[in-house]
């Protein structure tokens, strides 16, 4: 797993490559906690080169999505594989999660 920050005022583009599972989430959830700051009001996750997510890797997208919630920001996904996407519609955080097809959909 590797994850990528690029902050642009109170915006930051996480790019995540890789796989998010038991093994490596808690290195996932404080490299994210790290890119986040208080002037941060939206993430945006580019999910394209992410190419599984457990449980434990869920959990950490629900525990980023309550944060921004709580400090009234916004938390977007986009660009996630179909068998990703697959998990986010069983798990039913297909509803709880902005998902987006690509970066350029963001916003319209």
């Given amino acids: 797993m ?5 902050k642009n005022g109170s915006e930051v583009l996480l790019k995540i490559e890789g796989r998010v599972d038991t093994t490596n989430y808690g290195e996932f959830e404080s490299s994210v906690n790290n890119a986040i700051t208080d ?4 993430i ?11 449980s434990s890797g869920l959990r950490v997208f629900l525990v980023i999505q309550k944060k921004m919630m709580a400090s ?12 990703i996407k697959e998990i986010f519609d069983i798990s039913g955080f297909s509803k709880i999660f902005e998902i987006y097809p690509d970066q350029a959909s963001i916003g319209k």
Avoid: P, R, V
Wanted: aromatic share 10%; net charge neutral.
């Fill in 72 to 83: 009234g920001g916004k938390f977007k996904l986009f660009g996630m594989q179909n068998s």
């Fill in 44 to 54: 945006l996750m580019d999910c394209s080169e992410m190419n599984y997510i457990s």
């Fill in 2 to 6: 590797k994850l990528t920050a690029e």
């Fill in 39 to 42: 002037e941060i009001k939206t």
